[in-house]
């Protein structure tokens, strides 16, 4: 069974950085597709990012030139360097895996950006 396990979340100031990671056990995790979704009070879950196995990215607007997605597989995490962090940031971040058509989500971990 896919486990997730997200860290890195905090509390930032706007214009600050942070670094999500995300462990993953229990398959092949080089194997998967690796995503981060976020939601924030009061909105669906939004998603962010995607990595392939084989290194792709993808990213929505809200995500683009200021995310960034990464993966060490020998490591077995994925990680989201978020810059540039606006109030608007703040969310629960979730770590997803995706393979042959499942999908696994981590606990999430909270980021909040103060203004």
């Known amino acids: 069974q896919v486990q997730l396990v997200e860290s890195g979340g905090g509390l930032v100031q706007a214009g600050g950085s942070l670094r999500l990671s995300c462990a993953f056990s229990g398959s092949i995790f080089s194997s998967n597709a690796m995503g981060w979704y976020r939601q924030a009070p009061g909105k669906q879950r939004e998603w962010l990012s995607t990595i392939t196995s084989g290194g792709s990215t993808n990213y929505a607007d809200s995500a683009k030139g200021r995310f960034a997605i990464s993966r060490d597989n020998a490591k077995e995490m994925v990680y989201l360097q978020m810059n540039s962090l606006k109030p608007e940031d703040t969310a629960v971040y979730y770590c997803?895996?995706?393979?042959?058509?499942?999908?696994?989500w981590g606990p999430g971990t909270q980021v909040t950006v103060s203004s």
């Open positions: 997803v895996a995706s393979s042959l058509g499942k999908m696994y």
